[in-house]
């Protein structure tokens, strides 16, 4: 962009400048009659001159504005680079915050008092709720945590717009880690940990019932290994959104 200024600063000048000696000329030629009779005539080779210079003033006025013009895409396309940067390095950021926020969301230790800000049914019993409230806990830890997930939602759509449709996966992914972590919650309150060892399971049925148990328990709480599947999940999830925005940030 640079460039294309100084070009065109430069042809401006020119231009001034041979505007200038074409006055000089008409000034001379608005001689009095007893001048232009007292004194020779200018040779032809001022003539001569003068259609160059006309000729010199006319294509730098032409390439002046092509460079102009040329400046102007060249500063639109630094504006939309720009633009698709700043954006990137907010997004791979903020992904990195959820990542982070999922780890404090599943962590297996629990606190003194939680869970227990949910709403309780009064119908519950003493038990219901102690399991309930054991379930609410991904609920009452994501409302502390939830900051960068609705960051990440009101950063989706001017994604979109800069970097197409179909680099907004990795955001509906992430999305839908989160709504698997809140069914599981549910499951395994109103459901699993309710039936276990209060109800009477044939041994197929316990067995399917563990399993399904199991399933639920693995993406409810982060077991702090390299086998944890969901954490496995957001970690494809973010090296997704690192190849769409690595691209754009390492180009600087």
Request: proline fraction near 2%.
């Amino acid at each position: 962009m640079k460039v294309y200024l100084l070009i065109f600063t430069f042809l401006i000048g020119l231009n001034f400048i041979i505007y200038g000696e074409n006055n000089n000329d008409s000034i001379h030629n608005n001689i009095s009659e007893v001048d232009i009779i007292s004194k020779p005539a200018k040779p032809t080779s001022d003539m001569g001159l003068k259609i160059y210079l006309d000729l010199i003033q006319g294509l730098s006025v032409i390439i002046a504005s092509i460079v102009a013009v040329c400046g102007i895409s060249s500063w639109r396309r630094e504006t939309k680079w720009k633009r698709k940067y700043e954006l990137a390095e907010e997004v791979l950021s903020n992904f990195y915050e959820v990542s982070e926020s999922f780890e404090v969301i599943r962590h297996p230790a629990g606190y003194v008092g939680e869970g227990k800000t949910r709403v309780k049914n009064k119908s519950e019993t003493l038990e219901e709720s102690e399991i309930l409230d054991q379930a609410y806990v991904v609920f009452e830890r994501y409302e502390k945590e939830k900051e960068p997930f609705v960051k990440l939602m009101s950063l989706k759509y001017r994604f979109m717009v800069l970097f197409g449709k179909e680099a907004v996966e990795p955001f509906n992914e992430i999305f839908k880690l989160r709504n698997t972590l809140f069914i599981a919650a549910n499951r395994l309150g109103r459901r699993y940990w309710k039936d276990q060892g209060r109800r009477q399971f044939e041994e197929k049925q316990f067995e399917k019932h563990l399993k399904e148990m199991e399933k639920q328990e693995a993406i409810f709480w982060s077991d702090l290994s390299d086998e944890d599947e969901f954490k496995k999940q957001v970690d494809l999830t973010i090296y997704k959104i690192e190849n769409i925005c690595q691209n754009i940030i390492e180009k600087r």
